[in-house]
């Protein structure tokens, strides 16, 4: 089906050919179909338009409907900021930046900014010349006092996304922006397969509950194999997943027709088995036993950052794991916090739509736990859920992130659509697909050019914010920053909403 309309120019342009013989004469068709399959021969084997080759001819309609949707679109169906998840000036942006074409908009902003619910962030009077700007460096430190190897980490990486969930041509694209991008590509649950490791692009790998890539033969944790891996150039560090906000609390079933024989590689199960990964994890018990393995894992990665991922959920949870940490005295290298608007290959709707925290709050409530328990400057925080833009990113760092992580930006700047076929094996741009056809289509030496692009057009929106705001680092962010409209005549920073906690207020 997919190469329809390159049949389809072959059998007519055969049937005329047939003709010529009979009618000694040609048929307008003939002129027209021969160009058609030459074109489509050519789409098939040309690397730049994934769609085109996935879809010889076909393909280019794309572009055609590409070029004329935003009239129709502007003048029948709705405004460039009402598409979801990620509305089409969203991933406009993120299109722009990774082809490293037009970085500005025209005649103002599209956005209500009257409407409640609108964020923003003032400039100062003396904002920095761009040579100033320029020089800020906007990496941190991950790694606290136990850490022996410590890691300097980007201000913006690649959320987790597993191989699986993922092609192998995203990942190495993915994992070779990061590499000539400077910045870190998380493996998500599926562990670290050879895609992962071929172009050297800096790792976190993450330990799920299916504990693949270190899985014990009855589904556990084992060891030594966790040791072997963790001691790779390229891991750098290590994120235990608790939970993920598109399905806290959910497992998940790797289906044996899904697990192939690459996969099962990656994941050290055996192929074509069903195998799953039960909502909580088994290595430890309970937060108690949760810091414990914290501390092993960083003493057998050879004292590489260890930190947890989690969607905040119920509050007084994380408290008593503050507490803990101070009676421990055991405090992971970083948390990485997730928002319940967060993306996933595949969730049931009622865990996407309506359990979890959101990102801002999740955020907050951590945060200020972490000052009232004395633990906040002990530990890097990042962030994940919806974050794509420069402003984004200033907006979580001011309510208490280091560092964020993007995942659907990522996969917008692979070339994803937004077709919302993740789930189906069917992805037409063969960023989220096992389908081999659809998986050619995705060049790997033009996408990952296109990765670290949107990574540097995205840092470079940070400094130039922060030069506006009169700032030298995204350390000196703080919740007087960012301010949001909560009726249409009244704004409010986010420091009078959500008042700073007075470090070590609880201990
Ligand atoms: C296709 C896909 C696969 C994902 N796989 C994982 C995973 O294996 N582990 C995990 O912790 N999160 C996973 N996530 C969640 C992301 O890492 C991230 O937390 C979430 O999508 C929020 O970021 P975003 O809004 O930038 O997409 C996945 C997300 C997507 C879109
Ligand atoms: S193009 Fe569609 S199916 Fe492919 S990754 Fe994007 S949203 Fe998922």
């Known amino acids: ?26 048929n307008w068709l003939f002129f027209i179909t021969v160009p058609l ?56 942006v993120v299109y722009q930046r990774a082809k490293d074409t037009l970085s500005t908009t025209p005649f103002g902003t599209q956005l209500d900014v009257y409407e409640t619910g609108y964020e923003w962030i003032n400039h100062s009077m003396n904002p920095l010349n761009p040579e100033e700007a320029h020089d800020i460096n906007l990496r941190i430190n991950v790694g606290g006092e136990n850490c022996k190897k410590p890691y300097s980490l980007s201000v ?21 922006g990061a590499k000539l991008g400077g910045f870190a590509h998380n493996t998500g649950e599926g562990s670290i397969s050879e895609y992962h490791l071929r172009y050297g692009g800096d790792i976190i790998w993450q ?43 959910h497992g998940g079933i790797l289906p ?54 989690l969607c905040v959920g119920i509050p007084e949870e994380f408290e008593e794991l503050c507490k803990l940490m101070n009676e421990k005295n055991i405090v992971p290298d970083f948390i990485t916090i997730d928002g319940g608007e967060g993306g996933t290959g595949a969730a049931p709707i009622e865990f996407s739509n309506s359990i979890g925290m959101s990102l801002r709050d999740g955020l907050i409530i951590a945060t200020d736990l972490l000052r009232e328990y004395g633990l906040r400057d ?27 992580y993007s995942a659907r930006g990522m996969m917008l700047a692979l070339g994803c659509i937004q077709a919302l076929e993740c789930n189906k094996n069917t992805c037409p741009t063969g960023v989220a697909t096992q389908d ?14 296109r990765v670290a692009n949107y990574h540097r057009k995205t840092v470079e929106s940070v400094t130039e914010i922060l030069g506006a705001v009169g700032l030298h680092h995204t350390k000196e962010l703080n919740r007087n920053h960012v301010w949001r409209r909560v009726s249409p005549t009244i704004a409010r920073t986010y420091e009078q909403l959500f008042p700073t906690k007075v470090m070590g207020s609880k201990l």
Do not use: W
């Open 1 to 26: 089906m997919r190469r329809q309309f390159l049949t389809a120019s072959l059998i007519i342009f055969m049937v005329q050919f047939g003709l010529l013989f009979v009618t000694q004469s040609m």
């Open 37 to 92: 399959f030459i074109l489509g021969v050519y789409d098939m084997f040309q690397h730049h338009h994934t769609i085109i080759a996935n879809y010889p001819i076909g393909g280019r309609l794309r572009y055609v409907m590409e070029v004329l949707r935003p009239k129709i679109y502007q003048y029948f169906i709705e405004s460039d900021t009402d598409g979801t998840p990620i509305s089409r000036i969203y991933r406009s």
């Open 156 to 176: 913006f990486n690649i959320s987790a996304m597993s191989f699986g969930a993922l092609s192998s041509n995203a990942i190495m694209a993915l994992n070779r």
């Open 207 to 249: 330990i799920g509950t299916g504990y693949f890539g270190c899985r014990a033969d009855d589904g556990g944790f084992d060891a030594d194999k966790f040791k072997e891996r963790a001691h790779l150039e390229s891991v750098k560090m290590i994120e235990i997943k608790l939970s993920q906000g598109a399905k806290p609390g």
């Open 256 to 309: 044996a027709s899904k697990n192939t024989q690459e996969i099962a590689k990656a994941r050290g199960v055996k192929p074509h088995t069903e195998v799953d990964s039960p909502p909580r994890h088994r290595a430890f018990k309970g937060l108690d036993g949760l810091l414990d393995f914290i501390v092993k894992l960083r003493e057998l990665s050879g004292g590489k950052p260890v930190g947890i991922k």
């Open 378 to 404: 002990k530990v890097k925080i990042l962030a994940s859920g919806k974050i794509l833009t420069g402003f984004d990113i200033i907006r979580c760092i001011s309510l208490g992130a280091d560092a964020c």
């Open 436 to 449: 081999k056809g659809l998986v050619r289509g995705l060049v790997v030496e033009d996408k990952y050019v």
